[in-house]
């Protein structure tokens, strides 16, 4: 059944917003602010997996459409151009055609920094984070190089349909091995935290950001499951580490090493602004936001490092602040939108890598060096939310999508 004429923009435009990431709360924030100009009723909802659209006619009639779509995927250079699509819609820029006709555009258009751009981030971010974790010069190597490996597993994923439904598991396995048989032969290899690196990518701090971004502003159904598909990410990704770890040791014995830090705390900084860096191809975040999209990511990283002496929560809760004053004030001066930067940000504080470690003590190095992580992962998700709820980014004011 078509879709009536006068209700096909604001369908198109939930489906765009929806499938570029944008947040289900300032989906819906968007869809009943162009309802409202073209005088429409409406009411919206945008789920992880559907959108229900209810348009109030006269005579009490009503029209129901609803969309079955896949999770979006947050790919920030999209969402930049379907937002501001939508903002000039808003304060009458373009008309409606103009922006049906953008969006069209958005649809065709290729976003990205090019094969070798995205492999040098996916390998740039995994030795990076390498060093942040204090581990060694040859685990910092090897998670390069794995990187790269990691980056061609991706591409077969696009094209093999079996491939991109394993993905997680299967680039941990990818890691696994290709770790513990180097460490075989090379010393000083940290097994667990050389793997976290390698897939650093994958692991789901993007995803726990934007559930608790959603849950905090009280979109509760989308928010949960989005919480809930991070976690279960996270947990497919742990069971290739140790699907890979039980089948080695049943023709090696693998014993824990001990690795002495050999990496000069002062690189630390250097391996924080690449990191940061590496993340927004693979984000691809736009050209004219990169640079400030770094500054974002950096920023929050390094004010919640030297609060650290506050504890937990406090660095972590003024950390987020940060991170959300500085995006406020960079898309005021770019006019892209706040969660282009707030990402970055945000990004570098969330607990996936951490849970990842947590695990990983826990189930393959069998260390207590980390008896207290999970307390440290929930005053960290305590931090993010007080943060994100004491700055004020959820109340819902016109125009407060943006």
Same mark, same amino acid.
């Given at each position: 059944m078509q879709v009536p004429k006068k209700y096909q923009f604001i369908v198109k435009l939930g489906k765009a917003l929806h499938t570029y990431g944008v947040p289900s709360y300032k989906s819906q924030i968007y869809?009943?602010?162009?309802?409202?100009?073209?005088?429409?009723?409406?009411?919206?909802?945008?789920?992880?997996?559907?959108?229900?659209?209810?348009?109030?006619?006269e005579d009490d009639h009503t029209y129901n459409h609803v969309e079955c779509v896949p999770p979006g995927e947050l790919n920030l250079g999209a969402l930049s151009g379907v937002t501001e699509i939508t903002?000039?819609?808003?304060?009458?820029?373009?008309?409606?055609?103009?922006?049906?006709?953008?969006?069209?555009?958005?649809?065709?258009?290729?976003?990205?920094?090019g094969k070798l751009v995205e492999m040098i981030a996916f390998m740039t971010s995994a030795g990076a984070f390498c060093i942040i974790l204090d581990t060694s010069w040859a685990s910092v190597v090897l998670a390069t190089i794995i990187g790269a490996v990691i980056y061609g597993?991706?591409?077969?994923?696009?094209?093999?349909?079996?491939?991109?439904?394993?993905?997680?598991?299967?680039?941990?396995?990818v890691a696994t091995i290709i770790t513990v048989t180097t460490s075989l032969f090379v010393d000083q290899i940290s097994i667990s935290m050389t793997i976290l690196a390698s897939i650093i990518v994958f692991i789901p701090g993007?995803?726990?950001?934007?559930?608790?971004?959603?849950?905090?502003?009280?979109?509760?159904?989308?928010?949960?499951?989005?919480?809930?598909?991070?976690?279960? @990410? %996270? +947990?497919?990704?742990?069971?290739? *580490?140790?699907?890979?770890? !039980? =089948?080695? @040791? %049943? +023709?090696?014995?693998?014993?824990? *090493?001990?690795?002495?830090? !050999? =990496?000069?705390e002062w690189v630390d900084y250097i391996a924080v602004l690449l990191l940061a860096a590496s993340l927004l191809p693979v984000f691809k975040v736009r050209p004219k936001d990169l640079i400030f999209g770094l500054i974002s990511g950096f920023s929050s990283y390094f004010i919640t490092y030297f609060l650290g002496?506050?504890?937990?929560?406090?660095?972590?809760?003024?950390?987020?602040?940060?991170?959300?004053?500085?995006?406020?004030l960079f898309a005021k001066i770019t006019k892209s939108p706040e969660l282009v930067f707030l990402v970055p940000g945000i990004i570098m504080l969330v607990p996936g890598s951490?849970?990842?470690?947590?695990?990983?003590?826990?189930?393959?190095?069998?260390?207590?060096?980390?008896?207290?992580?999970g307390e440290q992962i929930l005053y960290i998700f305590m931090g993010i939310i007080g943060g994100l709820i004491f700055s004020g980014s959820f109340i819902e004011h016109r125009n407060s999508a943006k």
């Open positions: 869809l009943s602010e162009i309802a409202e100009k073209k005088g429409i009723k409406g009411s919206f909802m945008d789920t992880p997996t559907w959108i229900n659209y209810a348009f109030f006619e903002n000039n819609v808003i304060r009458n820029k373009v008309t409606y055609q103009e922006a049906q006709k953008q969006i069209d555009e958005l649809e065709t258009k290729r976003l990205g920094y597993v991706t591409l077969l994923a696009k094209k093999y349909k079996y491939i991109r439904a394993v993905l997680e598991s299967l680039v941990a396995l993007l995803s726990i950001t934007t559930a608790l971004e959603e849950i905090t502003s009280k979109s509760l159904v989308s928010g949960t499951a989005k919480l809930f598909d991070a976690l279960v @990410s %996270l +947990f497919k990704q742990f069971f290739g *580490v140790i699907l890979g770890i !039980t =089948i080695f @040791s %049943l +023709f090696v014995d693998l014993k824990p *090493v001990e690795i002495s830090p !050999t =990496i000069p002496s506050t504890g937990i929560l406090i660095s972590i809760f003024i950390g987020t602040l940060a991170a959300v004053s500085i995006s406020k951490k849970t990842f470690i947590s695990l990983s003590s826990m189930f393959i190095e069998q260390t207590p060096n980390h008896n207290h992580m």
